[in-house]
């Protein structure tokens, strides 16, 4: 009787019921990248919080910078089809912004800002251009509907570019702790409405109640 024949190396397996192992690698990394930091987090850590081996890690990443940037990349996407849901719902815009910030604080533990300043010594500059792209994505998505609730006269005359920023700042207000360690907020929802309440009423000239 034979030997039986070997798989050659190459794509790891995938279960038809699974989903795409990158996608289960990369919300593990960034959801522990956020919470640990670069330095924090290890490839084999990755490997076994996403149920899989380090050299399936290293198939699809070489080295934990090149992880760090993929996840990144990743979530931000995910943050921009968030908020182009959110700006999309038959709400006034006070509300579309409460419930786009509670939702990114809920789905997130950390800073991507602070994620990313701390390991830009381990990026190369073709990395944190890629990041710089994707943040500037979500700025000018948010940015645009700034710019059209503005025309419309459902906010004063703002810039909208640099509001959008603001708004993105104000979510680490969100995960800040007191002194004795306990959460600013006691849930996001909570979080979102005093960082949208700071924006609307400290930030837009001639805002509504609305």
Not at 58 to 64: G, Q
Not at 121 to 136: F, G, H, P, V, Y
């Amino acid at each position: 009787m034979g030997e039986p024949l070997r798989r050659p190396p190459g794509r790891p397996r995938l279960d038809d019921s699974e989903e795409p192992l990158t996608e289960t690698v990369l919300q593990t990394a960034i959801q522990l990248f956020l919470r640990f930091g670069y330095d924090g987090v290890s490839m084999d850590q990755v490997a076994k919080e996403s149920g899989v081996t380090k050299a399936t890690v290293y198939y699809y990443y070489a080295n934990k910078a090149a992880l760090l940037t993929a996840s990144m990349l990743h979530r931000m996407e995910q943050v921009r089809c968030e908020t182009e849901s959110s700006l999309k719902a038959d709400k006034p815009l006070r509300e579309r912004l409460i419930d786009n910030a509670a939702g990114m604080l809920a789905s997130q533990s950390g800073s991507f800002d602070d994620l990313m300043q701390k390991a830009e010594r381990m990026l190369s500059e073709a990395q944190l251009d890629q990041m710089r792209e994707a943040k500037e994505r979500m700025l000018l998505l948010l940015s645009d509907e700034l710019a059209s609730a503005s025309q419309r006269g459902e906010i004063g005359s703002i810039d909208p570019f640099v509001t959008a920023n603001a708004f993105f700042a104000l979510m680490q207000m969100g995960r800040m702790k007191q002194a004795d360690g306990l959460p600013l907020f006691s849930s996001p929802d909570e979080a979102a409405e005093h960082i949208v309440g700071l924006l609307w009423y400290g930030m837009f000239p001639k805002a509504g109640n609305g």
